[in-house]
Every structure is written in structure tokens, then in C-alpha cells.
């Protein structure tokens, strides 16, 4: 693995923007038709300055992840890996998608309804959930998929044939 300094990252830079000037002629970065080019280099800039940063800090877990997390584009992600990097193989883009609020919410109701009239406890659902202890509490006790049964135990009930027999 190459050591990203500070001097190699500027002399990068200017390396491939001095490329694009000797192919595109001066001021090409100012010109709409090359806009996208223009922002491929810069994002490479700012994504060795990113390497550069992980690497000071150890170089602690997978570089896509602490560049997706400074928000470097994701079609630049792998290019600094592959090219900067040495590495052969990157994590795809949708791997290093965060999984948002609503997904994780979604999910844990596939999974309830794929399980009607077992029986679980807090700690359980929690794990199952993947939110913490108080907002699965929460949820377990406005949704009308769970009934609570003793302190600590609930059903996952079927919200649709529970209104039908009511009928």
C-alpha cells in the first residue's frame, strides 16, 4: 500500500489536471462541456486527501467505508482503491449504502410477518430490530403487529385477520 502524504496527493492532483489541460487545452475546467471531468479530478483530490487522513489514523477498517463516509462520489470510491490503493477488489456502491430508518423499520416487519403468533421477548426483537432497547420498546407498543402478553413478552399478531374477527 502506497503511503498517500501531502506532497503526493498535490503532486496527483496536479499531474492529472496537467493532463487534461495538454488534451482539453487551457481553462478547460471552466467549460460546461467538461464539467464532468472537472469534477472527476477534484473529487480525486479530495478522496487521496480522505486515503491520506485513514491512513494517518491507522488505517482502521475498510477504506470505502471512511470515504463513503466523507461522501467522496461513488464512482470514485473505486478508483482510488484500485488505483491509489493497490487493492483488486472494492466493495460495491450499494454495500456502502447506511441502511436508513424506514429500511430497517421495513425489514423488521417482513420478518414479523413471516412469524404471526410467536412469542418473543424485548431483548429479542431488539436484536431482531437493529434500533436500540428504548425505540424498539417504543414501536412494539404503537404498532397493532405486537401484543404486549406479560412484562418483557410479546405476540407478533395479524393486524388484518385481528380486524376481520372483530367484524
Given at each position: 500500500?502506497k503511503?498517500l502524504?501531502?506532497?503526493?496527493?498535490n503532486?496527483?492532483f496536479?499531474?492529472?489536471f496537467a493532463?487534461?489541460?495538454?488534451?482539453?487545452?487551457e481553462?478547460w475546467?471552466?467549460?460546461?462541456?467538461?464539467q464532468?471531468?472537472?469534477v472527476?479530478?477534484n473529487?480525486i483530490y479530495?478522496?487521496?486527501?480522505?486515503?491520506?487522513k485513514?491512513q494517518?489514523?491507522?488505517?482502521?477498517?475498510a477504506?470505502?467505508?471512511f470515504?463513503?463516509s466523507?461522501s467522496v462520489h461513488?464512482?470514485?470510491i473505486?478508483?482510488l482503491?484500485?488505483d491509489?490503493?493497490?487493492k483488486e477488489?472494492?466493495?460495491?456502491?450499494?454495500?456502502l449504502?447506511?441502511?436508513?430508518?424506514?429500511?430497517k423499520?421495513?425489514?423488521f416487519?417482513?420478518?414479523?410477518?413471516?412469524?404471526?403468533?410467536?412469542?418473543?421477548t424485548t431483548?429479542?426483537?431488539?436484536?431482531?430490530?437493529?434500533?436500540s432497547?428504548?425505540?424498539?420498546?417504543?414501536?412494539?407498543?404503537?404498532?397493532?403487529?405486537f401484543?404486549k402478553?406479560?412484562k418483557?413478552?410479546?405476540e407478533i399478531?395479524?393486524?388484518?385477520?385481528?380486524?376481520e374477527?372483530q367484524?
Amino acid at each position: 500500500m502506497k503511503q498517500l502524504t501531502e506532497s503526493f496527493v498535490n503532486e496527483t492532483f496536479k499531474s492529472l489536471f496537467a493532463e487534461r489541460t495538454a488534451k482539453y487545452g487551457e481553462g478547460w475546467s471552466w467549460r460546461q462541456e467538461h464539467q464532468e471531468e472537472s469534477v472527476f479530478v477534484n473529487e480525486i483530490y479530495r478522496g487521496l486527501s480522505v486515503l491520506s487522513k485513514w491512513q494517518s489514523e491507522g488505517a482502521k477498517g475498510a477504506p470505502e467505508i471512511f470515504l463513503n463516509s466523507y461522501s467522496v462520489h461513488e464512482q470514485v470510491i473505486p478508483v482510488l482503491v484500485t488505483d491509489y490503493l493497490g487493492k483488486e477488489v472494492c466493495a460495491k456502491p450499494e454495500e456502502l449504502r447506511v441502511e436508513t430508518r424506514e429500511q430497517k423499520f421495513n425489514k423488521f416487519l417482513k420478518w414479523a410477518n413471516e412469524h404471526h403468533f410467536e412469542q418473543y421477548t424485548t431483548e429479542q426483537l431488539t436484536e431482531q430490530s437493529g434500533f436500540s432497547y428504548q425505540t424498539t420498546l417504543k414501536y412494539l407498543q404503537e404498532t397493532p403487529t405486537f401484543r404486549k402478553l406479560k412484562k418483557g413478552l410479546w405476540e407478533i399478531r395479524d393486524a388484518k385477520a385481528d380486524r376481520e374477527a372483530q367484524k
